[in-house]
């Protein structure tokens, strides 16, 4: 196992003890990490979303900026802008948060249109456009949205053009009662969410190595028949009885990428069939749509794409 594999394996583990009872996120989190997407996850208030990513900034030592995304908040608040200077009579640039290594948009589906679609070009350009001038994003440049998941009153749900951006949308369930017991007892013990500064979390990865990871990824190797696999999955969605809108291209290259990243974390240098099926909940519950019958008659997406991989065969 390489260096880089162990430096992910302590961030998953310390990640965990934090985060109790909710491992399957902290892997999930950590794929869209390697494959270099962004995330939107979406829970019920008080389940740790933002403590999630603040911790793992904190273990990753890369620069962290929260945003409170709110319907009055405009581009400039997001993207920064030019102000003139009366003692220099000249217009200096303030930056606004998006220049950083992880970006923290809170409630993104209370902000206007406007202001998500400055966020997303940002996100798929890796770069901002100010005033007619061309400013690049940190190579790292890392946006985790989250959304309430009751809450819809005063709400701009994203268009499924802009959801289809993301690479994974995450959703944050309850804990079970020995997870709570044990987050009770961390607190018990001193462990207070605002105040990260005494929990004593040591730095376990660079950005540098964050990156030098993503690198590696790209060498895991994948058969013929695999891409094959994530192929008739893809055209599968889009045939379903139940679907309105199936997986679009540019999701088979992100489960594609995702199952090497995947297959990396466990310590292996090729992909397979489960590794494919292992990221399918995360990669396509924000792309696809239910067709309005299949909602009436209550069907859950999650359900719909458990069915889907049910239906193509495995390849050998």
Do not use: C
């Not at 948060?97 to 940002?122: C, G, S």
């Not at 959801?163 to 995450?170: A, G």
């Amino acid at each position: 196992m390489s260096e880089t594999n162990t430096v992910f394996n302590r961030l998953s583990q310390t990640l965990g003890k934090v985060i109790v009872g909710q491992s399957d996120l902290v892997q999930q989190l950590l794929v869209a990490l390697l494959s270099g997407g962004h995330v939107i996850i979406e829970g019920v208030p008080g389940t740790g979303k933002t403590l999630m990513v603040k911790v793992l900034a904190r273990l990753m030592q890369a620069d962290f900026r929260r945003v409170q995304l709110t319907p009055d908040i405009l581009p400039s608040d997001i993207l920064g802008t030019n102000i003139f200077d009366l003692n220099s009579r000249s217009f200096t640039l303030k930056k606004g948060p998006v220049f950083t290594e992880i970006l923290l948009a809170d409630e993104i589906n209370r902000t206007p249109p406007k202001t998500q679609a400055a966020l997303l070009e940002a996100m798929e350009e890796q770069q901002v456009t100010l005033d007619g001038e061309t400013l690049p994003l940190s190579e790292l440049f890392w946006v985790i949205a989250t959304q309430n998941s009751l809450e819809f009153e005063g709400t701009y749900p994203l268009p499924e053009a802009q959801l289809d951006r993301f690479l994974f949308k995450l959703v944050v369930d309850y804990p079970d009662t020995a997870a709570e017991k044990q987050m009770l007892l961390n607190s018990q013990a001193g462990f207070r969410a605002k105040r990260l500064d005494l929990a004593r979390l040591k730095p376990l990865a660079t950005v540098e190595q964050i990156v030098n990871a993503r690198k590696a990824v790209q060498g895991v190797e994948v058969e013929d028949k695999l891409l094959d696999y994530v192929l008739a999955l893809v055209q599968r969605t889009r045939q379903h009885p139940d679907l309105a809108l199936g997986a679009s291209p540019r999701a088979a290259v992100a489960w594609l990428q995702t199952s090497k990243a995947q297959a990396w974390l466990a310590g292996r240098n090729y992909a397979t069939p489960d590794d494919v099926k292992a990221i399918a909940l995360p990669l396509l519950r924000h792309r696809l749509i239910l067709k309005p019958e299949a909602q009436l008659d209550n069907l859950m997406m999650d359900a719909v794409i458990a069915s889907l991989l049910k239906q193509v065969p495995v390849p050998r």
